[in-house]
DNA sequence: TGCAAATGGTTTCAGATGAAACTATAACGT
DNA sequence: ACGTTATAGTTTCATCTGAAACCATTTGCA
């Protein structure tokens, strides 16, 4: 008789990140979907903007953990929206110089706070060593992510 | 003179679950992908049946947080490639009856203890504590999710 | 200086994915 | 028994996404 392996799925680490994760962005997706006609990855650049105004769709990449085409098509769609302006940099005419336009900024400013209080809702159900742990272990992972895909 | 919220993606929960997330899976994607021509979907289907042989489609679905028409996309697939057989239910002839064949349970010998290695590898960047909190932030954390869906 | 390699960014193509429509069967209420 | 409603599963269509090809510009170096 053959015995075979056991692994229990809904155990398994790798899988209850992708689930939970999944879960939270799609509930957020579908609101800022709806109320603002805008995707997550829309929503990114413009949080990176928000913060970084001016820097080129290089480094929104970087900043975002997106690749280059996802970054081009949103700055396209957020453009085309006028939230966004794309200018050329002086010094190195491939690059981009991407700014809020007023627009812009207005939907940065409601979505923010609401992005908070996601933020806010989720962490209510973890007491307060449990959400110290949690930063804490995604910040370890985070680095060893880095570590891992700098090679 | 116009202060704006100050909202730092990198230090943002969802973010930060969701870039997680999606690294630690494409990696492991790319691996099966590679080695055994198996997406993360069909992976899935695999890992519950090998668990629990013989239920319907609409089980596997609940039990790997998939909708329906992504298994019944990765079984079919996973039909094709004679790795899992598919019977009609004696009791409702809506329902299938889904059994790993040989081959399906020589794959599933061979990536059972691939995936516990690269938990494994994930886990050994946190300290005993650290894993024992994870633990626990992800079954909360989970559970809010369910209780949030079922409403 | 001039040419090969690298970089920033866009476009194209092919496969993945989700929502809604659809088929078949079963359950429910009268 | 019979029509309505619900459920299991598949198919279709439109959108999303990633990889690779591509263009323009810059960098590195002989």
Do not use: C
């Amino acid at each position: 008789m053959t015995v075979h392996h056991v692994l229990e799925l809904e155990q398994f680490l790798p899988y209850r990140l992708s689930v939970l994760s999944n879960t939270v962005s799609q509930a957020i997706a579908r609101e800022y979907e709806s109320r603002f006609a805008l995707s997550i990855t829309q929503w990114r650049v413009l949080a990176v903007l928000g913060r970084y105004d001016g820097i080129a769709a290089r480094e929104v990449a970087q900043r975002t953990a997106m690749d280059k085409v996802a970054v081009s098509r949103a700055v396209a769609q957020l453009m085309k929206d006028g939230r966004v302006r794309r200018g050329t940099a002086e010094h190195d005419k491939r690059q981009s110089v991407l700014t809020l336009t007023e627009k812009g900024w207005k939907i940065y400013d409601e979505v923010a706070p609401l992005a908070l209080e996601h933020e806010r809702r989720l962490l209510a159900y973890l007491d307060a060593d449990e959400q110290r742990w949690l930063s804490r272990i995604l910040e370890k992972l985070w680095q060893a992510e880095l570590q891992e895909l700098g090679r």
